[in-house]
C-alpha cells in the first residue's frame, strides 16, 4: 500500500537550460552583450563572428601568397577598429555626458553600489533532518543573519536526480509557484538559491508536522477537525485555481500545519501553472490513492482533479481508510473508475454523517462536469464552501478563516522528524563541482525574510 502513495513524476518537455556546451555559451554571451549594449553591441560581436569565420572559409588558394596575406590585414584591421569601436561604447564617462548610444553616464557612487546580499548555504544552521526521500531532503535550519534566528524548512534537490528524472522543467515550475503565490494556507518560499550541484529552497517550517504523520500516530480525527481542515484546504485550492495552477498533489503527506493548527499546502512539484478554466492538460501524474477517474481514462482534464482529492483526503481522515482501496494497481484503478464510494464499514458501522457523506459523494462523482467545485455552470470553490458540512460545524464565516481569525480545534504536539530519517544527522554532503552540472537560469532568489 505504501508504494500507492508515492507519486507518479511528471514527463512533460524540459525547459532549455544553460550547459557547458561551446554552442550554448555563445548563446548566453550574445543575449548579454545585448543586454549590455542594446543593437550596436550585438551588432559588432556579430560582425567579429563574421570576420572569424571568413578568415577561416575563404576557400583561398594556399600559393596565392600576396592576396592571402592583403586578405588577412584587411580583416584583421576590421577586426581591430571594431574592438575598438566596442571599447567606446563601453568605457566609463562623466556624470552627465552622453555616450555614442546616447546614455548618460553614472556617478562614481553609483558605480560602485555593493551588490545585495546573495543567500548562501554557510548563512544557514543545520539543526535537524525532518524528511527525506529520491528528490533529496529537507532539514530544519536556522538562519544565522535574520533579525531573529528565525527557523526555515531546507529542501535539497540534486541536480544530477533532477537531470537523470528529466524534472528540470516541474523543478522550475515549482520554484515560480512558491515565489508567486502569497496565501495564508499555502507554504511560503523565503530564499533559493544553487550550487555546482545542488538547489536549495528556504521555507517556511511547519513545526506541526502533516496530517499523514498525525493519523500514522494517532488514527482518525473527529469530524469537525476535518471540517476545519478542509475549509482551509478548500480556501488555497480556491485560490491556486484562480491564479491558473493545477496542484495535482493533495494528499496527507502534503498538508502541514503550524503550531497552531492551521494548514500549509506543501511539495508544488506535480503542479501545472499558467492553466486556465478549460480542459488544459493531458499529462498522467499523482499519487495513486488520489487520481480521479479523468486522468486515470486519459481525458483531458483541469482544476478537477484537485476536487476529487480532497474528497479522499476528507474521506480518509474521517474513516482512515481511502475509498477506492486495492494492492493490485490495476483493480485500484478500475474501482476508481467504476466503483461506488462504500461509506460504511464491513460490519456496517457508521463513521460518516448524512453532511458529510453528502460533500464527499458530490466530490467523488466520476464525471467532472457534476463534481462539486468545478462544475459547468458551478461557482467553483464557492460551491464547496456552501455546503452544510461546513455550516453543521460553524464555519460559515470564510473570511474570518481565511484571516486565521478561528481557533483551530486540534493543536498538533510538536513535531520530530519522520520515522525513515530518525538518528540521521543535518549535513548537507559535499559535493563541490569544478564546473556547474547545469545551471537553473532564474532560480535563484534573493530573498523574502518575514
Partial sequence: MLSHRLPFPVHEASVPVRTRTM????????????????????????????????VGKSGLIEDDTENISSFINAASSLKSNMFQKCKSLFVDRAVGELD???RRGRSQSEQRKPKPHETKLEDFRLVQTVGKGGFGKVLKVRHLHGANNEIYAMKILRKAHVLETNQITTTKTERRILQQTHHPFIAKLRYAFQSSSKLYMIMDYYSGGSLFYHTERNGIFAEDHVAFFAAEITLALDHLHQHGVIYRDLKLENVLLDGLGHVALTDFGLSKDMCNGESVTRTFCGTPLYVAPELISKQPYGFSIDWWALGIVIFELISGRVPFASRDRRKMFDKILNSEVVFRTKNSHRVFSDDAEALIGQLLIKDPHFRIGCCVYGDGGKDVQDHTFFAKHGYTDFERIYRKEIIPPFTPPVYICESNVIGIAARDTAEILKDDLCHFDDFTMLGSPR
Avoid at 28 to 48: H, I, Q, R, W, Y
Fill in 100 to 102: 555614442e548610444l546616447g
Fill in 23 to 54: 554552442s550554448r555559451q555563445k548563446t548566453s554571451d550574445t543575449s548579454k552583450n545585448k543586454a549590455l549594449g542594446g543593437p550596436a553591441s550585438s551588432t559588432f560581436f556579430e560582425e567579429v563572428n563574421l570576420v572569424d569565420e571568413v
